[in-house]
């Protein structure tokens, strides 16, 4: 009968701490098998997969996987452990580690590409402003790169054993059977980009930690390094980085080696290869986490958006049409005996795309003391409504397109600051004309519900009645130059003032926040962005103690505000000053 079988989920106590959904379906059922097959996945350790005898923590995977885990669950302490787990695995002579932690199977000395030893610790202390790991691991992880550039050559890290793995099957090395290794995407260069990615890690710990001399000497190696991959990979008739496959491409574009004339031809590149498969990717499960953030930094939010939509083979639209409930580790769809585990985490790496770009949140200090905010809005996609629990508080990222514009909604916790950089149309011109900026496009992107009043309410009180407020003063700098192919608002445009609105008059009295109370305060500051910081963590606003309206996100009953022209006006596309742009309750 079917009341006597009882399903339970079984995986290590982690508190799902992020929530990501949108208006795409099918995006929608990715984020959930993503879910699905990370929970499934965690056992003490991060296994490869659930479902068959290898159940192994392979630090391969996890180098691509790692990032989007941590926006999902939290995973502080579990990772916190398997660093130890690494660390036990580690040569003490030669300073090698094991592909797998514990070490039961692969290799000894791992594949360069497991990076994630040292990935890790910078995302425990990212994330949950944990540094601990980054001080207990130090000289094991300095050992490990230590031992990758003993076996380099004039800077290139000439042995790999996975690379790119499980790219699709026309994209892998044949000799009579399937290999997972790519053909197109060189182990070496691989191996060598993460050599120097390690560089960079461990001159970061080392500055953290007060090791001056140490840093210094690993951005020296790393410079070297650098110099050496673009003189042994890089052509410079074509700009393309081994061989130009997307990963190779991708790749060198991820880690800053592209210098940086040659930054957008490469982008372009990528992209015209993308467009030309039919919108398809070449990559593997290292390649793949950076083709998406790659193409949408460097202006191509469409086609990464297209790739990711995509439902023919190869794509996660595929894996969907053939029922998949969790994330394959091949593109193919495959069964029976043989490499075709149905329940794999790294291609779920597609998850920190969504949190990053989609709803823009990313911490910009320790624990998410500091953040930015900065949605990229695919001109497909009706809304996007993100949340995500940190140690500093509950941060939110919401928005939608209206009939008159987009709206969106940021939720900032008590003592966090954040940067929040506008969405506006890369081929928008700024100038300046007196007391106002004029939008130079038909569709620039509207920004609205952004002002809150100034209280001081105190703990456990009810928060007055709001009076609203109107934007003015948008007057320093000189021309703002025109936004950048990453579709942001920059120039030197000096500090957004703050007018109140008499409710019985009309007029403007004037109330300029000088950004030292404790409330509110923004300030679109020379990197072009308007900066949010709330003072008190008891300043809820909106009914039942929900920032976005009663009952928490997204908006409804209580106390928050926006434009009724929107930030950026519609028709006339002027950012107008001193009380033009009125304000009003949102109910």
């Given at each position: 009968r079917e009341e006597d079988v009882v399903g339970v989920a079984m995986y290590t106590a982690v508190r799902q701490t992020g929530q990501f959904v949108c208006g795409n379906a099918l995006i929608n059922r990715i984020q959930d098998n993503i879910l699905w097959t990370e929970r499934s996945n965690l056992y003490s350790i991060p296994t490869d997969c659930c479902q068959r005898s290898e159940r192994q923590g392979w630090l391969n995977?996890?180098?691509?996987?790692?990032?989007?885990?941590?926006?999902?669950?939290?995973?502080?302490?579990?990772?916190?452990?398997?660093?130890?787990?690494?660390?036990?695995?580690?040569?003490?002579?030669?300073?090698?580690?094991?592909?797998?932690?514990?070490?039961?199977?692969?290799?000894?000395?791992?594949?360069?590409?497991?990076?994630?030893?040292?990935?890790?610790?910078?995302?425990?202390?990212?994330?949950?402003?944990?540094?601990?790991?980054?001080?207990?691991?130090?000289?094991?992880?300095?050992?490990?790169?230590?031992?990758?550039?003993?076996?380099?050559?004039?800077?290139?890290?000439?042995?790999?054993?996975?690379?790119?793995w499980a790219s699709p099957i026309e994209h892998c090395c044949h000799n009579g059977i399937y290999s997972p290794i790519s053909n197109i995407t060189p182990g070496d260069f691989v191996s060598s980009g993460y050599y120097y990615y390690n560089l960079g890690l461990m001159e970061r710990f080392a500055t953290l930690l007060g090791r001056r001399e140490e840093a210094a000497a690993f951005a020296a190696r790393r410079e070297s390094v650098a110099a050496a991959i673009n003189r042994v990979f890089r052509d410079e008739e074509t700009g393309d980085y081994a061989g130009g496959s997307q990963g190779s491409n991708v790749f060198a574009l991820?880690?800053?080696?592209?210098?940086?004339?040659?930054?957008?031809?490469?982008?372009?590149?990528?992209?015209?290869?993308?467009?030309?498969?039919?919108?398809?990717?070449?990559?593997?499960?290292?390649?793949?986490?950076?083709?998406?953030?790659?193409?949408?930094?460097?202006?191509?939010?469409?086609?990464?958006?297209?790739?990711?939509?995509?439902?023919t083979y190869p794509s996660w639209g595929y894996m969907l049409s053939k029922d998949a409930t969790t994330i394959w580790e091949r593109w193919e769809y495959e069964t029976g005996y043989g490499m075709n585990s149905h329940n794999h985490p790294m291609y779920g790496s597609i998850s920190a795309w969504f949190y990053k770009y989609l709803a823009g949140i990313s911490a910009e200090a320790p624990g998410f003391a500091a953040v930015k905010i900065q949605p990229y809005l695919p001109e497909e996609l009706p809304f996007v409504r993100c949340s995500l629990e940190t140690c500093a508080g509950r941060i939110g990222s919401s928005w939608s397109r209206e009939t008159d514009g987009v709206e969106l909604l940021v939720e900032i916790p008590g003592d966090v600051t954040a940067d929040l950089y506008l969405p506006i149309r890369p081929d928008a011109g700024l100038r300046r004309e007196g007391a106002a900026v004029l939008i130079q496009a038909h569709q620039v992107v509207e920004l609205r519900a952004l002002i809150h009043t100034r209280s001081s309410l105190k703990e456990n009180s009810s928060p007055p009645k709001r009076k609203p407020f109107s934007l003015g003063g948008l007057l320093a700098g000189s021309v703002i130059p025109p936004a950048d192919s990453f579709g942001l608002l920059r120039g030197a445009v000096g500090l957004l003032l703050f007018h109140h609105i008499d409710d019985h008059h009309g007029g403007d009295r004037q109330h300029e926040d000088d950004g030292d109370d404790e409330d509110w305060h923004r300030r679109a500051d020379a990197a072009g962005l308007f900066r949010i910081r709330r003072g008190r963590a008891d300043h809820r606003l909106g009914g039942g103690g929900g920032f976005l309206g009663k009952g928490g996100f997204p908006g409804g009953e209580g106390g928050f505000l926006r434009g009724q022209g929107g930030l950026l006006a519609g028709g006339d596309g002027i950012l107008r000053g001193g009380g033009c742009t009125t304000a009003r309750r949102r109910l």
């Open positions: 995977d996890l180098t691509a996987r790692a990032e989007a885990s941590v926006y999902n669950f939290d995973l502080n302490l579990f990772y916190e452990k398997f660093l130890r787990d690494i660390r036990d695995t580690q040569d003490p002579v030669s300073g090698a580690i094991a592909d797998t932690a514990p070490f039961r199977r692969g290799n000894m000395p791992a594949d360069p590409v497991s990076s994630s030893y040292l990935i890790l610790p910078d995302l425990l202390y990212t994330h949950y402003g944990n540094r601990r790991p980054m001080e207990e691991q130090y000289e094991g992880l300095r050992m490990w790169t230590d031992f990758l550039g003993r076996n380099s050559r004039d800077g290139i890290v000439s042995f790999s054993l996975y690379g790119d991820y880690l800053g080696l592209v210098p940086a004339q040659d930054t957008a031809r490469v982008a372009a590149r990528v992209d015209e290869d993308v467009r030309r498969r039919g919108y398809h990717l070449t990559t593997g499960n290292l390649m793949t986490k950076y083709l998406l953030e790659v193409l949408t930094a460097y202006g191509y939010l469409e086609t990464a958006y297209r790739l990711v939509v995509q439902t």
